[in-house]
């Protein structure tokens, strides 16, 4: 478990390191030490960044109001029963209430705390009009901008002065949000990630308009649950989703060009990734992933090609865990991907579905589906720099960490890319020319070969004095345009 003081800032204790390494890998003492002084030191640079951005903190938010009882909704909720915190969960469906209730009560957490307290903690509830005394409202309702600026609307009428309002999209701009809203300084993204429970990371979304503060009080609230806050500004995919999803458009791609699904979701699972790309998009949804998608293609281009298997898929019904099948089938709680899902085929459907617009299968190694998977989102990360999105590499690095799930053993994005050396970069990037832009460097990248930079590190280190695959002139990385 992540926790905080005030002299260490954020630290991980020893039990949880192997946790977060995740998937079976054999964890030695020495090993885990070293992970976790990695991770310390991340997350204590983290929250001194925090404490220098943010120097007073606002009066502490007393009650939150959730608008959705699906799954991230209940999810939202239980991070916040688990500190204490009182809750009000609302929801236009009774059935969905009762859902989110039920499963809180089996919560391990919640079920050690006496009956009396829960219920003084937890309320549910379909009248929007309850939520008038609570200081902070996250909204969880499905990825449709009419349905959000309607509920707005309808939240903010019972709202106080004071109360902050955030919503939990993962790629809609906030500026496409906030129409209409009479108090958008009051306004801003509070990003969670799936499962909530194992992803102690906030991403926090500032708009044009958002007032400090809103936003003082959303890291404060982020403090409370001892979860990392990662401010970024409004934009297509805010930072997380911008990483996340070359990687899923990557495997889809692969899957398109003749790959096998399972090797794709095993290759992953090897590198150390908590979900392979496949199990990941059923966990989050495949309309959620497709919605996604369109979002950040209109945005990008073709840097996140669009996948006809996606859209067939949700044309067909098969939404993902909540619809009974996604990739996989799904039986209740039971589901054959749940702890090894590149054992097990994927179903039949999925392959009859598949068929227009998959090449002839053909192998792939097992190390190119992983780079092809990674480089994918390395490519995106140094772009983000390029623009200034986030201030720090580190946020990219704790963002992948504690959000994507990324294998603490890899020490981050870039740590890896330093391990893998510019020089075999550069050489795959132009072994994949004929994959398109996606694959072209950001001026950013070249810089880092080109001079050995090693900007993307902890502590300063001398430059690196190996050679690198340059162009003829030696101005930059070698890559085709």
């Known amino acids: 478990m992540l926790t905080y003081s005030p002299s260490s800032g954020f630290s991980l204790n020893d039990v949880a390191v192997p946790d977060m390494i995740g998937n079976g890998l054999n964890v030695g003492g020495q090993f885990a030490a070293e992970t976790s002084d990695r991770l310390r030191a991340l997350t204590a640079w983290k929250w001194r960044d925090v404490e220098r951005t943010f120097p007073v903190f606002p009066p502490a938010i007393r009650t939150v109001g959730i608008v959705g009882a699906g799954t991230m909704g209940t999810a939202i909720a239980e991070v916040h029963l688990r500190r204490g915190l009182p809750v009000i969960i609302t929801d236009c469906s009774g059935d969905a209430l009762i859902a989110a209730e039920r499963s809180l009560s089996e919560r391990p957490c919640l079920k050690r705390r006496d009956a009396a307290s829960t219920d003084l903690l937890f309320r549910a509830t379909t009248q929007i009009a309850d939520l008038a005394g609570c200081c902070l409202v996250i909204e969880t309702i499905p990825e449709v901008v009419a349905a959000k600026q309607d509920l707005y609307r309808t939240v903010e009428r019972v709202l106080g002065d004071e109360a902050v309002l955030a919503t939990n999209t993962s790629t809609i701009p906030l500026v496409r949000l906030t129409g209409g809203l009479r108090r958008p300084e009051r306004f801003c993204g509070m990003h969670f990630f799936h499962p909530v429970q194992q992803r102690p990371l906030i991403e926090i979304i500032r708009s044009a308009q958002t007032g400090e503060e809103a936003l003082a009080r959303t890291v404060a609230q982020a403090k409370r649950l001892q979860m990392l806050p990662i401010v970024v500004p409004d934009g297509p ?161 704790l963002g992948v960490l504690f959000g994507l799930g990324f294998p603490p053993r890899r020490g981050g994005l870039f740590a890896w890319a330093e391990q893998i050396g510019a020089r075999r970069i550069g050489e795959l990037l132009r072994s994949w020319s004929d994959l398109g832009l996606r694959y072209r460097p950001p001026e950013i990248m070249q810089d880092w070969a080109v001079r050995g930079r090693r900007a993307y590190t902890l502590e300063p280190t001398p430059p690196l004095t190996i050679g690198y695959p340059l162009t003829p002139d030696g101005s930059g990385l070698a890559t085709p345009h």
Request: overall charge negative.
């Open 237 to 397: 995919g805010f930072l997380i989703n911008r990483l996340l999803f070359p990687y899923l458009a990557e495997a889809l791609e692969l899957t398109c060009e003749g790959a096998a699904p399972e090797e794709i979701e095993a290759a992953a699972e090897e590198f150390g990734m908590t979900r392979g790309p496949f199990r990941l998009m059923d966990e989050i949804g495949l309309d959620t992933v497709l919605h996604g998608g369109w979002i950040l293609s209109a945005a990008f281009g073709e840097r996140i090609p669009h996948s006809p298997l996606l859209v067939a898929m949700v044309k067909a019904g098969r939404t993902g865990r909540k619809s009974g099948g996604g990739f996989w089938d799904y039986d209740g709680e039971k589901s054959p991907g749940q702890d090894a899902s590149s054992a097990c085929a994927m179903a039949d459907e999925v392959q009859a579905l598949a068929v227009p617009w998959v090449q002839k299968r053909r192998a792939f190694r097992r190390d190119d589906l992983q780079a092809r998977l990674l480089l994918a989102m390395l490519l995106e990360a140094f772009r983000i720099l390029e623009e200034g999105l986030v201030r720090d590499h580190r946020d990219i690095e």
